[in-house]
């Protein structure tokens, strides 16, 4: 059916289709530069192998990170329980963090004096005597307490504003090559108060024998603040673990100037607050001064009758929770 020179052609295109296909599927990876690509691949992705010092580097490293690690771990410890003993300081550490060198027993004569006083005055005034007494009580417990609180309050302002200068000597003077130790000796000479007692009494810490990295950790005891936290935290991560104590304490005046901005920004938007409750707090006592120039007799039931005192007194107690409220209002934390 089929002729010889048909079948003849058949086999011999089969066989060129043949050998063209084996001679395409042996060369296509070389043509293509698939091989080229796949050698390429297999040197980039042979790790070479470190090196005796990179791994010596590396493990110095983490050596380093888990020393830090395990000191901010002791850290986190002592200030928990530091914490615990500051939520309910003693006396002595009272009249220390408000800058009062006195003891125990004067602080106790300095009470009974101001009890006397209060009282002594309230009976010059003609006040009866359970208010006379009333003032006693006031003078013995609450004046010398208040007193305390607010030198310790005026005391740590203080050491916010000049803290952050310290600081910034202390960096200069480490980049300039000088120990720790004379950089905080400066600052006990030249700042100014109470920053200057404080670093007097670090390096006096430290004479007795006691390291550094703990002589800074009474620091935090005597200025119960976060910025003395902060730096108490520096300087014993950097003397138990090493590192680039300039840079440390770069970034933590940098934070510190930080923290003064933003209070300065809150003080500067609650003014407005605080003003308008100055005048919602005063406003009743201006307008009962008021009537009582302009008709005397008119206010005077207040005060001759009993149910007029029990007004003023009811009115003054309501008083006093509305301005406590508003001052929890109008004082924030930072």
Known sequence: MFNSGLIVLAVAGLVVLSVGGILYALLYPMVSGNSRTEKRLEVVNRKPKPSTGNVRAATDINQRRRQVQDRLAELEEAQKAKAKKRAGPGLKIRLRQAGLNWS????YVVSAICGAVFFVVAKVLGAPIYVAGGLAIVGLLGFPNWLIKFRRKRREKKFLNEFPNSVDVIVRGVKAGLPLGDCLGIIAREAQEPVRTEFQRILETQRMGIPLSEAVQKLPESMPLAEANFFAVVISIQ????????????NLSKV????????GKIVAMSQ?????????????????????LTTPSYIAILFNETVGNIIL???????????MVMRKMINFDF
Do not use: C, H, T
């Open 256 to 263: 510190l100037r930080d923290r003064k901005k933003l209070k």
């Open 313 to 323: 007194g009811v009115s003054a107690f309501w008083m006093f929770i509305g301005i």
């Open 104 to 107: 125990k027993g004067k602080f």
């Open 239 to 250: 003397q138990q673990a090493g590192g680039n104590l300039s840079e440390a304490l770069s």
């Open 272 to 292: 407005e607050a605080k003003a308008s409750a100055g005048i919602i707090g005063s406003l009743p006592i201006i307008v009962m001064a008021l009537v009582y």
